[in-house]
């Protein structure tokens, strides 16, 4: 499974931004199997999990801090996982990766396979 991830920018808080992340490498059948989910990772700090979605039913999971302002959502078509990010503050500056798993889990170990992350910036 290979995942692409895009999307940031620098935009100041209060704005919004969708990343994307698209994936290749599997069937369909199999995608249908898998969890993606956006993690992020500030400077000096560890990776922490942002959100997740699974593949075949669309059961949604959020960390606290971005519930009500992150929606996860997937294009079957476009094999491809949407983290829109409204009402972005500094806080949320971060390199955010996409990643892929079997099981779910709010731990970077869940995932085996990840993305390249992608820049987000946000200036107060």
């Known amino acids: 499974v290979q995942l692409q991830a895009s999307g940031g920018g620098l935009v100041q808080a209060g704005s919004s931004l969708r990343l994307s992340c698209v994936a290749s490498?599997?069937?369909?059948?199999?995608?249908?199997?898998?969890?993606i989910g956006w993690f992020r990772q500030a400077p000096g700090k560890e990776r922490e999990f942002v959100a997740a979605?699974?593949?075949?039913?669309?059961?949604?999971y959020y960390e606290d801090s971005v519930r009500g302002r992150f929606t996860i959502s997937r294009d079957s078509a476009e094999n491809t996982v949407y983290l829109q990010m409204n009402s972005l503050q500094p806080d949320d500056t971060a390199v955010y990766y996409c990643?892929?798993?079997?099981?779910?889990?709010?731990?970077?170990?869940?995932?085996?396979?990840w993305g390249q992350g992608t820049q987000v910036t946000v200036s107060s």
């Open positions: 990643a892929a798993g079997t099981k779910y889990g709010t731990t970077h170990k869940a995932y085996p396979y």
């Open positions: 979605i699974r593949w075949g039913s669309g059961i949604r």
């Open positions: 490498g599997a069937t369909g059948r199999i995608f249908s199997s898998y969890i």
